[in-house]
């Protein structure tokens, strides 16, 4: 990655939910299937990443955004809050980077720093899913995630039409002292 970038946890601030919002609709106007439909109205953009930062602060996710300079150009969210029975697993979700900035390291230092993350939260056990048209599998396998299987029809690409995910896990060591 550029060292002019730089991952950083994401807090409540207006211009970050702003920036976050910016982001998630540019990813959905592009085919991103990350849970919503274009056109994404800036609105619902905002209330979904203001539910998600609220999440932060009551503990049950951690937000990473990338950063060149002050411009968010890249976002992956861990979730942390998993039943009594999952202590030991985390999520990732809504891994997205500006498309003028794919191609070069920012979402695999994301990924990186989301895998340390969960490591610090004592979870060893990281799942994703991904749309099966046009997703991220190769990245995700790339990264050392395991396919666990498919399941068709799963979601409606943001733009129409249906398209089934491709379930992922990760399990990850502690580190001992």
């Known amino acids: ?18 920036a976050l919002a910016d982001l998630l609709i540019e990813t959905v106007a592009h085919g991103g299937s990350v849970s919503f439909m274009h056109p994404l109205q800036e609105n619902v953009a905002q209330a979904f990443w203001r539910s998600s930062i609220n999440a932060v ?10 950063f060149d300079g002050a ?12 039943p009594p029975n999952q202590p030991h697993r985390a999520e990732v979700a809504k891994m997205m980077v500006r498309v003028a900035y794919r191609g070069q390291g920012i979402a695999r230092a994301l990924m990186d720093a989301a895998e340390a ?17 046009e997703g991220a599998a190769g990245f995700y396998e790339a990264l050392g995630f395991q396919k666990v299987g498919v399941i068709p029809d799963f979601a409606l690409k943001p733009h129409g039409g249906l398209s089934g995910t491709i379930i992922y896990y990760k399990r990850v060591a502690l580190k001992e002292a």
């Open 57 to 66: 602060i009551a503990g049950e996710r951690v937000v990473l955004g990338a």
């Open 1 to 18: 990655m550029n060292p002019g970038y730089h991952i950083a946890p994401l807090v409540y601030e207006p211009e970050i939910i702003n």
């Open 71 to 82: 411009k968010l150009i890249g976002t992956v969210t861990l979730i942390l809050n998993s």
């Open 117 to 133: 993350i969960a490591l610090q939260k004592n979870r060893t056990l990281i799942t994703l899913d991904t749309a099966e048209d």
